[in-house]
């Protein structure tokens, strides 16, 4: 059983940065692939990113390319989202995901271990 919790999540000013964690419980957390998800009010839960179970092969939706970063560190059970130049529309609520059958893909279905979300409020 697989436990995901986020942290660093906050206010920040537009055009900074900030990074976030992802800690899972587990001993198979490094056969996961994982992904960062967000969801805004009113909106819908979307893909962020995704990086496969060795840290390889990182997916970005097209509105994060170029300022997000995923990263994992399978020794320590953490897979990590920094967030540099951050715009007022990445205010969200940034949930971690894992997929314990393998199945790495950029649908909210296609994970079945999330954490409790972590919130995000970029002020301008």
């Known amino acids: 059983q697989v436990q995901l919790v986020e942290s660093g999540g906050g206010l920040v000013q537009a055009g900074g940065s900030v990074r976030l964690s992802c800690a899972a419980s587990?001993?198979?957390?490094?056969?996961?692939?994982m992904a960062w998800f967000r969801q805004a009010p009113g909106k819908e839960r979307d893909i962020v990113a995704t990086?496969?179970?060795?840290?390889?092969?990182?997916y970005y939706s097209d509105s994060v390319e170029g300022r997000f970063t995923i990263s994992r560190d399978n020794d320590k059970n953490t897979v990590y989202l920094q967030m540099d130049s951050l715009r007022p529309g990445d205010a969200a609520v940034y949930y971690c995901?894992?997929?314990?059958?393998?199945?790495?893909?950029?649908?909210?279905?296609?994970?079945?271990?999330w954490g409790q979300g972590t919130q995000v409020t970029v002020s301008s």
């Open positions: 995901a894992g997929d314990s059958r393998g199945w790495e893909g950029i649908f909210r279905g296609s994970y079945n271990y």
């Open positions: 990086i496969n179970r060795n840290g390889g092969s990182p």
């Open positions: 587990g001993r198979t957390f490094s056969i996961y692939p």
